[in-house]
């Protein structure tokens, strides 16, 4: 008898999820609240996209600038005093991982093993 009862609630789930209507569904009575945030999140977001796109326009102006490179200090252009200490940390990584490795699988797999 109940699941006939939840018949109802069923179709109307159902035909909101179709219809894409659950942002109508009101059960708590907090409609006009929910209308004021969604009004609010949908300026923001128009504002944002806004400033987004002045944004990606004025670098656009920069990548077409053939003058970008060349206001730059040459130090920024031909730097690379740190790629050294660069490659070594990120071999040490390496090997500590390695490191790690075995040490987890010698655990797993060679001490239950000793045990028999």
Known sequence: MQAAGELQHMQAALT?????MYHTLDPL???????????????????????FR???????????????LADLPEHC????????????LGLTAMLLELAAIYCTLSFVLYVPRKRE
Not at 16 to 20: E, F, G, L, M, Q
Not at 57 to 67: I, P, W
């Open 16 to 20: 909101r999820a179709t219809a894409d």
């Open 29 to 51: 009575g907090h409609g006009p609240v929910l209308r004021d945030l969604q009004d609010q999140r949908a300026r923001k977001r128009e504002d944002f996209n806004n400033q």
């Open 54 to 68: 002045a944004l990606l326009h004025q670098l656009d102006m920069f990548k077409h600038s053939s003058t970008f």
């Open 77 to 88: 252009v031909v730097e690379n005093r740190n790629e050294r200490m660069m490659v070594s």
